[in-house]
C-alpha cells in the first residue's frame, strides 16, 4: 500500500459520498470565510488627515475633498487642512478652482499631504467675447488674447507699451513726443479719413472713455481684442473700429491679502547738446532783424 492509496481511501465505515460531500462543504466555508475576511478589512474606516498645498507651498483653502463614489466630503480651511472619515481602500478625490483634479488613494493611511500644481492659464483656451466667454475653438470671429503675466514681461507703466507687437492685427504706435501723451491704437487699419478711428474700450463689461495708459497693468488679467463684425456686432456703431476687452483681476473668497512691489530705475544722457543764446544775445538778434540788419544794441 503507497502513500497516494492513504490519502483518497476513504476511512473504516465510511463511503466515497460522505468524503465527496464534507469535502466540497469544506471549500465552501472557506471561501465564505475569506469573502467575510475581506469586507471586514475594506469596511475598516479611518479618520484621514492631511495638507494641501500648491507648487508654491502655499496653502489652498477651500479645496473640496469628496471620497470617491459617495457623498461624504469636506473642504479644506485657511492652513490648507482638512479630515475626512474613509475606507482604509477609499479614494479621496481633490478639486480646488485653477486646479486640476486630484485622486489619492487612502491605502490605510492616515495621513496625506498633496501638493497640487496649478492648471495652465485658460486664458489661451477660453477667451471673452461680447456676451460673455466661450472656448477658444468655439469663437468663429476674430478674436486675439493676451493674459496679464505676458503684459508684465515688459517692464513699463504704460498698457498700450506692453501690447505693442504682441496681438495680430492690432498696430499700436506712438504719434507725440509729449510726455504722457496716448499711443495711436489702430485695428486692421484706418478705416475712416475724417472720423474717429480709436477702438471702443470696454473694462470689466462697461465702456471705458479714458485709455489704455490710465490702467495699472499690474490689475489687468487679460485683454481680449475683437476685430471683425461678427465680434464686434453688439456694441453696434461704437465697435465699428474694433473692441478692446479689459478685464481686470477681482479679489477670491478665502484667499489671504498679497503685497508685492515692483521698481524700476534708469537714467538717461544727452546725446548733442546744442549751441544756446543768452538773452543779450537773443535781444540783439532780434533788434538786428526789425532794423534790416543795423545793431541797434550792442551787449
Do not use: C
Not at 25 to 54: H, P, W, Y
Request: net charge positive.
Amino acid at each position: 500500500m503507497n502513500i497516494t492509496d492513504l490519502l483518497i481511501r476513504p476511512r473504516p465505515g465510511k463511503s466515497w459520498g460522505w468524503f465527496t460531500n464534507n469535502l466540497r462543504e469544506a471549500g465552501i466555508l472557506l471561501l465564505l470565510l475569506s469573502v467575510l475576511a475581506f469586507s471586514a478589512a475594506a469596511q475598516t474606516t479611518l479618520q484621514v488627515r492631511g495638507r494641501i498645498i500648491d507648487d508654491k507651498s502655499q496653502p489652498i483653502s477651500g479645496a473640496s475633498v469628496i471620497v470617491k463614489g459617495t457623498t461624504a466630503g469636506t473642504t479644506t480651511n485657511e492652513n490648507g487642512e482638512f479630515q475626512i472619515s474613509a475606507a482604509s481602500n477609499a479614494t479621496l478625490v481633490i478639486s480646488s478652482i485653477g486646479f486640476p483634479a486630484k485622486e489619492i488613494l487612502v491605502n490605510g493611511q492616515a495621513t496625506h499631504n498633496v501638493t497640487m500644481t496649478a492648471q495652465s492659464t485658460d486664458l489661451e483656451q477660453v477667451v471673452v467675447v461680447g456676451y460673455g466667454t466661450q472656448r477658444r475653438e468655439a469663437v468663429t470671429g476674430s478674436v486675439a488674447s493676451i493674459g496679464g503675466e505676458r503684459l508684465r514681461e515688459v517692464p513699463t507703466s504704460n498698457v498700450s507699451q506692453a501690447l505693442q507687437g504682441r496681438l495680430a492685427g492690432v498696430d499700436i504706435a506712438q504719434t507725440s513726443t509729449r510726455p504722457g501723451a496716448n499711443m495711436q491704437i489702430r485695428i486692421r487699419g484706418t478705416r475712416s479719413l475724417s472720423a474717429d478711428n480709436n477702438p471702443l474700450i470696454v473694462l470689466d463689461g462697461i465702456p471705458f472713455i479714458g485709455s489704455l495708459a490710465d490702467l495699472n497693468p499690474n490689475d489687468i488679467k487679460s485683454i481680449d481684442v475683437l476685430k471683425d463684425a461678427s465680434a464686434t456686432a453688439i456694441y453696434g456703431s461704437r465697435g465699428a473700429n474694433g473692441v478692446l476687452l479689459v478685464t481686470t483681476d477681482k479679489g477670491t473668497r478665502g484667499r489671504k491679502p498679497r503685497i508685492s512691489y515692483n521698481g524700476f530705475h534708469g537714467a538717461q544722457t544727452v546725446f548733442a547738446k546744442y549751441p544756446m543764446m543768452n538773452a543779450a544775445q537773443l535781444v540783439a538778434l532780434r533788434a538786428a532783424n526789425n532794423n534790416n540788419g543795423v545793431p541797434v544794441y550792442t551787449p
